[in-house]
């Protein structure tokens, strides 16, 4: 089946700089990714909608200068956090779909703003 | 307004016990989707249920899609430790549109 490979698992960085997050789809193209936020025993929240050579779409009240994306291809699409603060914590999840089999979703990236 | 009501949000049973997973909403989904998520770990999807009226089963889990396709419901016979986790349905509005995803149920089943 499809596979969505997201990197890292984990990080941890200083509060005032930037991470960067991978998505990639292994075995299928994707013209769309989508980047979900997910707090403690929550479900998932879509921050935006990736779009393979084109400007992402956001959701409301996501801040498009804070969470910076890019898909410069059809298996790649990457997530920044920029200047990372505390708040910032949490657990993204990126996802893709193939056809119309459904949604793939990649395993998460931990993400420790100290 | 939350698009998809999920209820239960929290369930502990003993080991053996049914339960069922509500997924309702008064919006028509093309297709609605049921997903396990294990902590630290991404959402792994269960089933996709697409017409009204339609059950898929899974082993001990069984889905039904709502006449109307408003509404699901998952039923999981003689619950196991291995089936704790995080529930969470999901439901798409049209062809390639965004997935909206119920607030989840967190099932506990103890030996």
């Known amino acids: 089946g499809a596979v969505v490979s997201q990197h890292p698992s984990r990080v941890i960085c200083k509060s005032g700089t930037s991470v960067k997050i991978e998505c990639r789809s292994l075995d299928f193209q994707a013209t769309t990714m989508f980047w979900y936020r997910q707090f403690p025993k929550k479900s998932l929240m879509l921050m935006a909608t990736?779009?393979?050579?084109?400007?992402?779409?956001?959701e409301q009240g996501v801040e498009k200068d804070k969470f910076l994306i890019n898909h410069a291809s059809l298996t790649l699409s990457t997530l920044t956090v920029t200047s990372a603060h505390p708040e910032d914590s949490s657990f993204y999840i990126c996802?893709?779909?193939?056809?119309?089999?459904?949604?793939?979703f990649g395993s998460g990236t931990r993400l420790t703003v100290v | 307004t939350q698009l998809l009501e999920q209820s239960p949000q929290f369930l502990s049973i003993q080991e053996g016990e049914n339960l069922t997973v509500y997924c309702n909403s008064s919006s028509v989904f093309s297709s609605l989707q049921w997903y396990r998520q294990e902590p630290g770990e991404g959402p792994v999807l269960l089933v996709t249920?697409?017409?009204?009226?339609e059950v898929k089963k899974l082993k001990r889990l069984t889905f039904q899609f709502g006449d109307a396709r408003k509404d699901s419901s998952l039923h999981i016979t003689a619950a196991q430790p291995g089936d704790t986790g995080l529930y969470l349905c999901?439901?798409?509005?049209?062809?390639?549109?965004?997935?909206?995803f119920g607030k989840g149920t967190m099932l506990l089943v103890s030996p």
């Open positions: 996802s893709a779909r193939e056809g119309r089999n459904g949604y793939t």
């Open positions: 249920v697409v017409t009204g009226g």
């Open positions: 990736s779009n393979e050579g084109s400007k992402a779409t956001y």
């Open positions: 999901a439901g798409e509005r049209g062809g390639y549109s965004t997935l909206t």
